[in-house]
T-cell receptor, first 115, second 114 residues
Framework: AQKVTQAQTEISVVEKEDVTLDCVYE???????LFWYKQPPSGELVFLIR??????QNEISGRYSWNFQKSTSSFNFTITASQVVDSAVYFC????????????FGTGTSLTVIP | DAGITQSPRHKVTETGTPVTLRCHQT?????MYWYRQDPGHGLRLIHY???????DKGEVSDGYSVSRSKTEDFLLTLESATSSQTSVYFCATRQPQGAAETQYFGPGTRLLVL
């Protein structure tokens, strides 16, 4: 079973629109960590954020914000006032305390921001 | 960012030939990983290493082997390349502090098997 689901395969928005990328995870661990990575067209994978299961406080970093809700097992990522440079594939990932060696990645959401 | 390099960055090979990809890190991270990235599948774990000479299989390990003789190097070998192994391969490293630690990725290797 997929531990991390990113149901949105591709999203297109017009520049300056807000966009939310969904991430739903599945785990039985009480201690776990969630991550978001960005993969721009150049291909590298860039770490964006890490969240632990005990901290449900939303986080904002500039135009980026993350909404962690344990009740719905979701860790959604919102880009406010999107820009062309936000065009990338975004991956959500899960790391569990009991299987700490491994990351479980979602299949990614490809975001295109149209100028 | 961890200093992670991969070589080669691009390779074209023929079906049936062995191929070795190298991952080199300068951060002394104990854990190293090999993933493949394919459209519609995201990142899938091939093998990982939790120390020198200590390796384990991931979800798509068939047709691949790995070796880790030094902390800084993790080699991925395609024993007899097939067209289904055409992919982008990423190496990642991680500190051994448990589930909280972030994975950092190399730049990737594009492999085309003809």
């Amino acid at each position: 079973a997929q531990k991390v689901t990113q149901a949105q395969t591709e999203i297109s928005v017009v520049e300056k629109e807000d966009v939310t990328l969904d991430c739903v995870y599945e785990t039985r661990d009480t201690t776990y960590y969630l991550f978001w990575y960005k993969q721009p067209p150049s291909g590298e994978l860039v770490f964006l954020i890490r969240r632990n299961s005990f901290d449900e406080q939303n986080e904002i970093s500039g135009r980026y914000s993350w909404n962690f809700q344990k009740s719905t097992s979701s860790f959604n990522f919102t880009i406010t006032a999107s820009q062309v440079v936000d065009s990338a594939v975004y991956f959500c990932a899960l790391s569990e305390e009991n299987t700490g060696n491994q990351f479980y990645f979602g299949t990614g959401t490809s975001l295109t921001v149209i100028p | 960012d961890a200093g992670i390099t991969q070589s080669p960055r691009h390779k074209v090979t023929e079906t049936g030939t062995p191929v070795t990809l190298r991952c080199h890190q300068t951060e002394n991270h104990r854990y190293m990983y090999w993933y493949r990235q394919d459209p519609g599948h995201g990142l899938r774990l091939i093998h990982y290493s939790y120390g020198v000479k200590d390796t384990d299989k991931g979800e798509v390990s068939d047709g691949y082997s790995v070796s880790r003789s030094k902390t800084e190097d993790f080699l991925l070998t395609l024993e007899s390349a097939t067209s289904s192994q055409t992919s982008v391969y990423f190496c990642a490293t991680r500190q051994p502090q448990g589930a909280a630690e972030t994975q950092y990725f190399g730049p990737g290797t594009r492999l085309l098997v003809l």
